[in-house]
Each structure stands twice: as structure tokens, then as C-alpha cells.
């Protein structure tokens, strides 16, 4: 099993930024790759970024693209999430995921083993 705990999350304003961390414990080596979800109110939970462990190949959606970041740091076996010039509708929980496999599919909830807690971040505008 993998455990998964996000932190970083709060209240922010427009424009500003936040650096959500997911660290992972239990039997890190099976980790293949992980990724970051949100859902908000009412809404389903929807792809954010994906970083691969072997390769450290990224993807990210459309509607972040160009401002949110991940990364990873091996030797702490957690993962971040840089947010940058956000905006009132990257309102959400945030959600930390991780998986066995790196590659293949991605963007679906369903393709990952692993969840975090979540960690709400929201933007005023």
C-alpha cells in the first residue's frame, strides 16, 4: 500500500500563488508515476498533471497549462504542484493520486491506485 498526504492548500487571490506537496509513505518503489486531480462543488474530479517516475515525463490540462508546475523530489518521495497566476475558477479540492505503471493512460481517476486526502485551495477574486 501507498499513502499519500497533501499540504499547501488555503485562500489566495487572484494572480497569486500556491505550491501544493503530496508526500507518499508505505511501499514507495512500486510508484510507477502520480498525479494531481481537482474537483469542485458539484462538479467531477478532473485531471490537473501527471509526472511519470522513470522517465519524469509531465502532461498537464489545457486550462493549466503554462501555469501550474509539477515536480518531484526522489529523496523524499513527494511531488508538488506549483500554482502560479491563479484564478478564481482553479477553486477546488485538490487531490493527490499515484499509480504502479508510468505511461499509458493517464487523465482518468480511474487509472490511478492511490489517493490523498485532498487539500482545498480557493481564489477570490
Known amino acids: 500500500q501507498v499513502q499519500l498526504v497533501e499540504s499547501g492548500g488555503g485562500l489566495v487571490q487572484a494572480g497569486g500563488s500556491l505550491r501544493l506537496s503530496c508526500a507518499a509513505s508505505?511501499?514507495?518503489?512500486?510508484?510507477?508515476?502520480m498525479g494531481w486531480f481537482r474537483q469542485a462543488p458539484g462538479k467531477e474530479r478532473d485531471f490537473v498533471a501527471y509526472?511519470?517516475?522513470?522517465?519524469?515525463?509531465?502532461d498537464y490540462a489545457d486550462s493549466v497549462a503554462g501555469r501550474f508546475t509539477i515536480s518531484k523530489d526522489n529523496a523524499k518521495n513527494t511531488v508538488y504542484l506549483q500554482m502560479n497566476n491563479l484564478k478564481p475558477e482553479d477553486t477546488a479540492i485538490y487531490y493527490c493520486?499515484?499509480?504502479?505503471?508510468?505511461?499509458?493512460?493517464?487523465?482518468?481517476?480511474?487509472?490511478?491506485?492511490?489517493w490523498g486526502q485532498g487539500t482545498q485551495v480557493t481564489v477570490s477574486s
Open positions: 508505505g511501499r514507495t518503489f512500486s510508484i510507477g508515476a
Open positions: 509526472r511519470g517516475w522513470t522517465f519524469g515525463n509531465a
Open positions: 493520486a499515484a499509480r504502479t505503471r508510468d505511461g499509458g493512460r493517464w487523465s482518468s481517476p480511474s487509472d490511478y491506485d492511490y
